[in-house]
């Protein structure tokens, strides 16, 4: 139950500092972590462009509620606002999947139920993962493959180093 894939996301003020405030909330469970790729919103389509990554983590001290509260904490730290969902925010931590877990507790959905949808999600997470498989929906690369070519064309590999 260690083993987890973060989405991170940020649209509002220092988009870059506040990924690398995230990334630096999980050290020294950081396993990898992928390129630093540029999104239009989702959801809400008047707001800023995103910058998402993606973060692999493990820890055997932690289990799935443990990485909820650590993305929480980041999210905090960050001032994140929630008053207008898929709104604008200056920093997202969604907890992908955690190994072995699922869960269909409101507070904890797992696998998280966006992701076969998001490219934002699946090309940076093929890029540290090339093999990953989403538990219950199948191999990452076929999920990717099988988004329109405009979805896929939306994910703008940047030069930001995490």
């Known amino acids: 139950?260690?083993?987890?894939?973060?989405s991170l996301g940020s649209n509002l003020g220092d988009r870059l500092a506040y990924l690398r405030?995230?990334?630096d909330a999980v050290r020294p469970s950081v396993v990898?972590?992928?390129s630093v790729y540029e999104t239009k919103a989702w959801g809400v389509e008047d707001q800023?462009?995103?910058l998402n990554a993606v973060v692999l983590v493990d820890d055997p001290a932690r289990d799935h509620w443990d990485w909820l509260r650590t993305g929480q904490a980041a999210e905090q730290a960050a001032e994140r606002v929630r008053e207008l969902r898929w709104g604008p925010r200056t920093l997202d931590v969604d907890i992908v999947t955690v190994a072995g877990v699922r869960s269909d507790d409101p507070q904890l959905l797992l696998p998280h139920p966006g992701t076969p949808e998001r490219a934002s999600v699946l090309i940076p997470w093929l890029e540290i993962e090339p093999g990953a498989v989403l538990p219950?929906?199948?191999?990452?690369?076929d999920l990717l493959a099988a988004r329109p070519a405009s979805d896929r064309?939306?994910?703008?590999?940047?030069?930001?180093?995490l």
Do not use: I, K, N, W
């Open 136 to 141: 219950g929906h199948g191999p990452v690369a």
């Open 32 to 34: 990898a972590v992928s």
């Open 48 to 50: 800023p462009d995103f």
């Open 1 to 6: 139950m260690s083993r987890a894939l973060l």
């Open 153 to 161: 064309d939306s994910v703008h590999l940047t030069h930001f180093v």
């Open 21 to 23: 405030s995230a990334v």
